[in-house]
């Protein structure tokens, strides 16, 4: 297949893990060690590791396609024993009987799926398409138990807060489908089926939507070819070359696979789609950006960034309008563009109208609120028509500035969960500590509450709070 149409066209990036994500080679030819130490000097398999782990392949394989409803981890226990009574490299040296030792061995092996290492750019090219508003959903051939040991240990990172939060992106994955949930193993084109039904059931995104990321020829693109779904070749090893997987220019040739794009790394896959989307971003979008960041620039009020090791003081409203930006990074990195603006707007200029030039009682502070919305929703609605959105773009814009109809359209409900998540991660505790009224306290907390989606409550209970702070919200939710 041509690589005809743009990467931001695609809703939905499906991955294979191991060979892919997961470097399974290196973290084969390890777990490996006791048949390779037992191999003759003679063999030529003793010091070629590639025909080693073809012929490690080449059982494994075999056992997938006989016995497709048998769980990963034992697939690869039983593919070790396997090589290891075809290479007559039994255990020689143990107390018990070499059938049980070998028993033990092809366990020991089948766990170390838990210590095969990262990629090291995976993680980071993982954030990055996850952060450029892809779902990412790995098809992959293990069992579920052997899939979460890789995401806490080698993968741990994906779930690290993104610049500027405190909360986990957890869960990263949008949906994992695993062999064991399929009852079968790619290259089945079941397992596609699988994917492209459930993505389609449980995300709306249809087919054509979907791009597939694999290394390997013979688990992915070939199947991927036949069933008609686009995909990326991810040519690890040298030159592309790995032990599984296929040969890639021989089954081209043939025309029995069809990628439309090759990159050399998932990192390499990652950067071209990221300066694809800086590209198309349109210019009118980064000009009212721009002039909303310039307005930001002028507040007179400092803060120091608690995110930066520089300890460099920047305007307060512009520090505010970056942390609802990440925050809205973490909550729905698909957001257009008008709710990018919307978010970056929500204080415009806030610092040239005090609280106190309105009375000091309810009604002073609500008429307060008030013109504050509408000023900033004004404000951000001429920025828009200055950089060449039309004035229905504008005014929606400046709808979203002003809240309008909370809980019901969700671009407003986004914004309403990402100013509350900043409330609770950067001013929550200065405030608490400036009011000192615990019961006023606790019923800001519930109100904060009640606004926010089911979505954005549980991203908040993922925020780090101090021990008093944390008391606090758990006081509001119990009332």
């Known amino acids: 297949m041509a690589a005809s149409r743009p990467f931001s066209s695609f809703r939905l990036l499906s991955f294979d893990v191991y060979g892919t994500l997961i470097n399974w080679e290196k973290g084969i030819f390890k777990a490996f060690s006791p048949i390779s130490e037992r191999l003759p000097a003679s063999s030529p398999l003793k010091n070629d590791k590639f025909a080693l ?29 396997a090589l290891a009574r075809e290479l007559n490299t039994l255990p020689t040296d143990a107390e018990e009987d070499k059938e049980a030792a070998l028993q033990k061995e092809g366990t020991v092996f089948a766990d170390s799926i838990a210590i095969w290492p990262a990629f090291p750019d995976t993680v980071e090219a993982l954030r990055k398409l996850k952060s450029l508003g892809f779902k990412l959903v790995p098809l992959s051939n293990v069992d579920r138990d052997s899939f979460s040991r890789s995401l806490d240990g080698p993968l741990a990172g994906l779930k690290a807060p993104v610049p500027g939060s405190n909360t986990l992106v957890n869960p990263f994955f949008d949906a994992v489908y695993t062999a064991q949930d399929i009852g079968s193993y790619k290259p089945n084109l079941k397992n596609f ?72 790394s998932l990192g390499d896959f990652a950067a071209a789609v990221e300066a694809e989307r800086v590209y ?15 307005a930001h620039y002028q507040d007179p009020n400092l803060t120091t960034k608690n995110d930066d090791s520089t300890n460099k003081q920047v305007p307060y409203e512009l520090h505010y309008a970056e942390k609802m930006t990440s925050y809205l990074e973490s909550y729905n990195p698909s957001a257009s563009e008008l709710l990018r603006l919307a978010i970056r707007a929500q204080h415009l200029r806030r610092w040239e109208i005090p609280r106190s030039s309105y009375p000091a009682t309810k009604v002073g502070y609500f008429s307060w609120r008030t013109f504050l919305k ?31 109809n909370l809980k019901k359209d969700e671009d407003t409900q986004t914004l309403e969960d990402v100013a509350c998540l900043v409330f609770l991660d950067d001013q929550f505790d200065a405030f608490e500590k400036e009011m000192d009224d615990e019961e006023k306290m606790v019923g800001i907390l519930r109100k904060t509450w009640g606004k926010m989606s089911d979505k954005g409550r549980g991203m908040a209970l993922q925020i780090t709070m101090s021990e008093r702070c944390r008391e606090l919200v758990g006081k509001a939710l119990k009332s």
């Open 280 to 294: 198309t971003m349109s210019d009118k979008f980064h000009k009212a950006l721009a002039a909303i960041d310039a």
């Open 53 to 81: 782990g073809a012929a490690f392949h080449e059982h494994e394989k075999r056992i997938q396609s006989l016995n497709p409803g048998l769980t990963y981890d034992k697939v690869l226990k039983e593919a070790y024993i």
């Open 193 to 264: 089926e699988y994917l492209i039904n459930h993505v389609e059931t449980e995300f709306g995104v249809k087919k054509e939507d979907i791009l597939h990321v694999a290394q390997s020829q013979f688990h992915d693109h070939v199947p991927a070819k036949r069933i008609g779904l686009q995909s990326v070749w991810i040519a690890r090893g040298e030159g592309g070359v790995t032990s599984m997987g296929g040969d890639a220019k021989h089954l081209l040739e043939k025309g029995e696979v069809g990628f439309g794009w090759s990159f050399k």
């Open 374 to 404: 509408n000023r900033q929703a004004e404000l951000a609605q001429q920025y828009c028509l200055e950089a060449g959105y039309s004035a229905e773009e504008s005014e929606r814009v400046a709808a979203l500035v002003r809240k309008e």
